[in-house]
């Protein structure tokens, strides 16, 4: 049976509460894994943002022009979304 930990910020962190996986076959125990906490959550996430191209780059733009970008993002979007069922529907 396997144990695991959970990978925060490239660290592995254990919890004191885990919980079994199952195999849905036999319904024999394979694996306990960590039950993360609402810290180690908090943590993951914060680590993620830190490490994330797109969050860099989201600090670094205010809101005003992040907004302007999502928007022209989804004008772009809805604007060849025709243009792809067409090929979806070509492509079957």
């Known amino acids: 049976m396997a144990d695991?930990?959970?990978?925060?910020?490239?660290?592995?962190?254990?919890?004191?509460?885990?919980?079994?996986?199952?195999?849905?076959?036999?319904e024999e125990v394979i694996a306990n894994c960590p039950m993360a906490s609402e810290s180690n959550v908090d943590d993951a996430v914060s680590a993620a943002k830190r490490h994330s191209f797109l969050g860099a780059v989201q600090q670094m733009m205010s809101e005003k022009k992040r907004s302007r970008s999502l928007r022209r993002y989804w004008k772009r979007t809805v604007r060849s979304l025709p243009?792809?069922?067409?090929?979806?529907?070509?492509n079957r």
């Open 4 to 26: 695991y930990s959970l990978i925060i910020d490239g660290n592995s962190v254990t919890t004191k509460e885990t919980f079994e996986v199952l195999n849905p076959a036999t």
């Open 83 to 90: 243009d792809f069922l067409l090929w979806k529907l070509a």
